[in-house]
């Protein structure tokens, strides 16, 4: 079961069916939709409804230079993402399935197209190179760094916070 202060303070009994009286709903920071109300009026079944991430694409060193800034007010993430490569595709659509927020900025750096860009940000924040790799930089500095299938939405929330 999990709880969620949109859903009235109600708690959840199992995934998919909640207790709620109109929609939007969130659940874990995904956006739901009511599909159909059961025969007793009273329980819902829900569909996932997706908000698209909003990612900042880098694909320069100054930009590289304004996320460093920018870290002193808030978390940056910078998710480095091989389009060559089926386990980042998948570590890439995990992140995709959350709302995104506005507590902090996320970037998209394509290795591929830019090399020689994640090079320098291996470098500035003295990181091994990864694909995929996420970064949580704050206050200038990595923070939270990791690759492949380790890559979890929960552990970058926290790491942000």
């Known amino acids: 079961m999990c709880r969620d202060e949109n859903v009235e303070g109600r708690m959840l009994s199992q995934p998919g069916i909640c207790w709620i009286r109109q929609p939007p709903l969130r659940i874990n920071s995904l956006n ?4 159909k109300v059961t025969d007793s009026g009273s329980l819902f079944d829900l569909i996932e409804e997706r908000t698209p991430m909003k990612w900042n694409e880098l694909t320069g060193e100054e930009q590289l230079q304004q996320i460093i800034t920018r870290s002193n007010d808030r978390p940056q993430v910078i ?8 386990i980042s595709a998948v570590a890439k ?7 995104p927020t506005e507590d902090f900025d996320f970037y998209y750096l394509d290795l591929i197209r ?20 996420v970064l949580v930089i704050k206050n200038g500095e990595c923070v939270y760094d990791e690759s492949h299938l380790g890559i979890s939405l ?3 929330l ?3 916070a």
Request: one cysteine or more.
């Open 93 to 99: 659509s995990r992140l995709e399935r959350w709302t």
């Open 114 to 133: 830019y090399r020689q860009l994640s090079a320098k940000v291996a470098e500035a924040f003295k990181v091994y190179h990864e694909s995929p790799q």
């Open 32 to 35: 739901y939709t009511i599909l």
């Open 79 to 86: 998710f480095k993402h091989s389009t060559r490569c089926g």
């Open 154 to 156: 929960q552990d970058i």
């Open 158 to 160: 926290e790491h942000a």
